[in-house]
């Protein structure tokens, strides 16, 4: 099978996080990486064996040999990429979140429509096997009627100024970068259109978001408990509460584990799911493509968006049933209505 051939678009931190997941996913390989400054390319290309490196994103874009492109620049230049991407005529993977508000995001699918190419958002958390089995809990009543989601995602970010997360022109903030998540287990459990929000924030001397409290109501007394910050110690734990159980997710944006309790049992069950259970491609060290696999195991995770997104490619479908565009635009119009409770705009909306 031909792997799909994968460029790279800026080379951040999360940007190093696909290419090393690309060495566990034997169907594609990385082509090329982009940047602003051909030197910073061409070390990003030389780290992983990546044959092609340029220095503007146009070139990177115009590579006949690719065919799709992973967007790793930050929030605020999403939908710019992503625009250039699709008119290049590359089908799109865009890191979260996906845009900076909802008409980006509706600007965004409709080239993609309009080009006829596949478009998703590189949402990772979604596609983590835990969560497959999750709801197949839910949906057998597992624990019950579910009433509460409470998850929390903080890090501790240096308050710098100049770093991205404190800069309010490149869409700065805890929600668009960890406190999507939260709201990401929230709509996994109960949809992505809460009934009403109720929210209270802290800012920073920059003006942007360091701290969050976010409730949602989805009616029938069903409510989502949620919170995030910039320079918090924090377990990031999510739990989903039942009338007869709860399920614990450890790390659960990243999850690779989850505790049942069910309340007429008294035992909280932990279950793990370790690489060798989902990996189906046979042993990494075998593959050539695989070469670098046990060095960047840890990024096991990131596989399952890569895999989807070449499996739609594929097919030629222009959006994942997984990840559908519908799910990407309904999260933005929740971060939309919650930062205008906060009144909280960026520069250049």
């Known amino acids: 099978m031909k792997p799909i051939r994968w460029g790279i678009l800026a080379c951040g931190t999360i940007a190093r996080a696909f290419a090393e997941a690309c060495f566990l996913v034997p169907d594609c390989v990385v082509g090329a990486v982009g940047s602003r400054t051909l030197s910073k390319a061409e070390a990003f290309a030389a780290s992983y064996g990546i044959g092609r490196a340029y220095g503007s994103y146009e070139e990177l874009v115009a590579d006949p040999t690719l065919d799709a492109i992973y967007v790793a620049s930050p929030h605020s230049e999403h939908r710019t990429h992503t625009l250039l991407a699709l008119r290049a005529g590359k089908h799109v993977l865009c890191e979260k979140a996906f845009a900076v508000n909802a008409g980006q995001a509706r600007e965004m699918i409709a080239e993609a429509e309009k080009q006829g190419r596949f478009l998703m958002e590189a949402m990772w958390t979604r596609f983590l096997p835990v969560y497959g089995e999750v709801k197949r809990l839910l949906e057998t009543g597992a624990i019950g009627s579910v009433k509460m989601v409470r998850a929390n995602f903080s890090i501790r970010c240096p308050a710098d100024p100049v770093h991205r997360l404190y800069n309010p022109a490149l869409a700065g903030g805890a929600l668009l970068d960890v406190g999507i998540y939260p709201l990401t287990l929230a709509a996994m459990v109960f949809g992505s259109r809460p009934n009403a929000i109720h929210t209270a924030v802290s800012m920073t001397p920059q003006e942007v978001d360091e701290q969050s409290v976010i409730t949602l109501e989805y009616g029938d007394g069903r409510l989502a408990s949620l919170t995030s910050g910039l320079f918090l110690s924090s377990p990031n734990d999510g739990l989903i509460l039942g009338s ?15 505790y049942l309790h069910q309340t007429d049992s008294n035992i909280a069950q932990a279950h793990s799911f370790s690489i060798s259970a989902f990996d189906d491609y046979g042993d990494p060290k075998e593959n050539p493509q695989c070469r670098l696999a046990d060095q ?16 739609c490619i594929r097919q030629g479908l222009l959006q994942s049933p997984e990840m559908p565009w519908s799910e990407s635009v309904a999260m933005l119009e929740l971060t939309d209505a919650i930062r205008g409770k906060w009144g909280l705009r960026y520069p250049f909306e």
């Open 244 to 258: 007869d159980g709860y399920i614990r997710i450890p790390r659960f944006w990243a999850a690779d584990s989850y």
């Open 296 to 311: 960047y195991r840890s990024r096991y995770g990131y596989t399952f968006e890569i895999r989807e997104a070449n499996r």
